[in-house]
């Protein structure tokens, strides 16, 4: 579901928006995209480095992880781990949580 | 306050905003700062978070929490890191997590301004003007998952000529204590379209007292944006040596002043630079701060000096290139300065090509990886305001450098230019699962405090455990400045409701020996 919004207040332009607010329905590679992809989409992003260097050069890259449980993967996500902070559910929710556990389990499942 | 009246606060939040935001329990736990100093354990930590969707809940919310006499904490996103994120000051409190009212309200191509709520991001603002292919720029500053309200109100600042976030605010909306809903500046009057244009209406100019500060509830926030220029023209000049800050300082001060740098630039020490993409076990298995050679072999290795200027050049070529020409003679007397273009560089990742990003306001979370230098994690910064001058800077670098090291930590920062003054900046990366590393951090960082104050030199934002240690450095006149903070607390929000404890400023019941 994306959001549409208008607000009148008099000015001339106002324009609506579309934003995935909380609650909103996303794909697992989109939730991957939107809060994971910035520190753990490439293998010189911060997370991805960090993963290299504290879990081995193979590990740095979490779509490519293959030993990730999804328990795990929830706790770091919303306790957050060294450097990387955690994710509230007022902003990535549960139904977007599970949703990102079940696409890096596919990942996992598919050897990527 | 006791378990059974939070208990029925928290169903009538629910009833407010629906079950599912309302957290408390274990889901609450995502609200800790994640780099946490303290070593006492209850401390910072909140009893329950409540996300409204609306300014309307907001208005809700705050009745409840006046009736139940429950604190509340708030945050737009919650993304302030380094200095105590989502935490409340007052354990016990409840988070008012603002991220969900995350709508764009306007963003107005013609006059360079968007109008939004706070859980709007960089990230959000900039996808927004990209799929519209509108011709505006961003101002970011390093982390861009966080609040353009959020910063702005925190008096953060970024990289373009726009860097001065709350410089560029225009207009708010704010939900105050007692409920009632106030618009500054132009939007008290009905109908107005100048809301986002003129920022000061008629009568006392009030938005700066709703930034760092716990008088209200900011719901919507003006902000100006900066036109897409005809031509932008990033650069980096390296300095080779640490004395060299004083004369790049002296010749910064009437290049800025005269606007021939044009934005917000940076100079930043080498390991803060060459952190963004590299750790020190690449150069030293030394523990404590890198010796001199590793130093050069740094610089070497990532083509950076002891000091890295970046700045960038917006507008008509003939006039940026008039503005490149004297910036490079200016900085040319400097023996063994540098000068590069993104052309010039050759590493991939590099610091100029991330950087030239930022100072055209893409939002990244790159910066994130100097936490990677060492692998602590945690980091806060100490953050005191400086006259640009060189002897002011060189001062401020030996007087903070030389403590750092002495505790084991590299130097790692920097000196956001204003126009009168430099933000100098050092973030100190820290072992936050290491209570012996925490205990270290936090003696250091009251000597850096009480060393600076009696040098006269004040922070400008800080981590909530220095909250009132910072506060009270600024007791001139018999700390005349607080109790007037404090008087008009008293006034707005006589319950003490809204975050005890935002920037040292308490409520009555909890002042003068009652704090908890």
């Known amino acids: 579901m994306r959001r549409i919004v208008m607000l009148l207040i008099g000015a001339p332009a106002l324009v609506g928006l579309a934003i995935p607010a909380a609650g909103g329905e996303l794909k697992g590679s989109e939730v991957f995209d939107h809060y ?11 997370g991805s480095v960090q993963l290299s260097r504290t879990r081995g050069k193979d590990k740095g890259l979490l779509t490519q992880r293959t030993d990730l449980a999804p328990d795990y993967i929830e706790y770091v996500v919303r306790h957050g781990l060294k450097s990387m902070p955690p994710f509230a559910p007022s902003d990535l929710d549960e139904a977007r949580l599970r949703a990102l556990v079940s696409f890096l389990m596919k990942q996992e499942a598919a050897g990527k | 306050m006791a378990e059974e009246r939070m208990t029925d606060a928290l169903e009538r939040f629910r009833k407010i905003v629906g079950k599912d935001w309302v957290f408390s329990g274990k889901a609450v736990e995502s609200y800790h700062d994640p780099y946490t100093i303290s070593n006492e354990e209850g401390r910072y930590k909140a009893r329950a978070a409540v996300a409204p969707d609306s300014a309307e809940q907001v208005q809700e919310i705050v009745k ?3 009736e139940f006499r429950v604190p509340l904490w708030t945050v737009s996103r919650g993304k302030n890191f380094a200095y105590g994120g989502a935490a409340p000051v007052l354990s016990g409190s409840v988070v008012l997590d603002l991220s969900r009212m995350n709508r764009i309200l306007e963003v107005n191509e ?3 301004y968007a109008l939004v709520e706070p859980g709007v991001s960089y990230f959000d603002l900039y996808k927004y003007i990209q799929e519209r292919g509108l011709k505006l720029w961003l101002d970011v500053p390093d982390p861009g998952w966080g609040s353009v309200m959020g910063n702005a109100l925190d008096h953060g600042v970024g990289y373009t000529p726009y860097g001065d976030h709350f410089g560029v605010q225009c207009g708010m909306e704010v939900v105050l204590a007692n409920g009632e809903v106030v618009r500054t500046g132009m939007g008290a009057v009905p109908g107005s379209n100048t809301w986002q244009l003129f920022k000061y209406g008629f009568g006392p100019y009030v938005d700066g007292m709703f930034s760092q500060s716990n008088f209200g509830i900011v719901t919507k926030m003006g902000i100006w944006l900066m036109p897409e220029p005809p031509g932008y023209r990033p650069y980096m000049i390296t300095f080779q040596r640490e004395e060299d800050i004083e004369q790049v ?31 020190k076990s690449q150069y030293t298995s030394d523990k404590g701060p890198i010796s001199d050679s590793v130093a050069k072999k740094i610089m070497a290795d990532q083509e950076m000096g002891m000091w890295n200027f970046c700045g960038a050049l917006y507008g008509p070529p003939p006039i940026t290139d008039a503005l490149w020409t004297v910036i490079r003679d200016s900085f040319s007397k400097i023996p063994g300065a540098k000068f590069y273009e993104p052309k010039d560089r050759k590493r991939n990742p590099d610091i100029l090509l991330h950087r030239a990003d ?47 090291r002495e505790f084991g930590f590299d130097y790692q920062g920097l000196m956001a230019i204003g126009f009168r003054e430099l933000h100098h900046v050092t973030v100190i990366v820290y072992d936050q699962s290491d209570p012996k590393e925490r205990e270290k951090l936090d003696k250091l960082f009251g000597i850096l405090v009480r060393e600076a104050a009696a040098e006269g030199y004040g922070e400008y934002r800080t981590h909530i455990h220095y909250m009132d240690m910072i506060a009270g450095t600024y007791n001139w006149n018999n700390n005349a400045l607080m109790k007037m903070h404090q008087t008009i607390k008293d006034a707005l929000d006589p319950n003490g409701i809204l975050s005890p404890g935002k920037s040292g400023i308490w409520p009555k019941h909890l002042r003068e020996g009652k704090k908890p």
């Not at chain 1, 994971?36 to 911060?46: F, L, N, R, Y």
């Open chain 2, 64 to 66: 409840v929490a006046n």
């Open chain 1, 36 to 46: 994971c992809s910035q520190c753990h989409g490439t293998v010189d992003a911060p």
């Open chain 2, 358 to 404: 930022t100072m055209k306001g893409i939002p990244k979370l790159t910066e994130f990886g100097f936490l990677n230098w060492n692998g602590g994690g945690g980091h806060v910064g100490f953050s005191p305001v400086s006259p640009t001058t060189g002897q002011d800077a060189l001062k401020q670098y030996r007087m903070v450098s030389s403590r750092v």
């Open chain 2, 110 to 112: 013609k006059f360079g």
């Open chain 2, 249 to 279: 300082v002296e010749i910064v001060r009437p290049l800025r002043l005269n606007q021939v740098i044009q934005n917000a630039a940076t100079i930043r020490s080498l390991v803060l630079d060459a952190a963004l993409f590299a750790t």
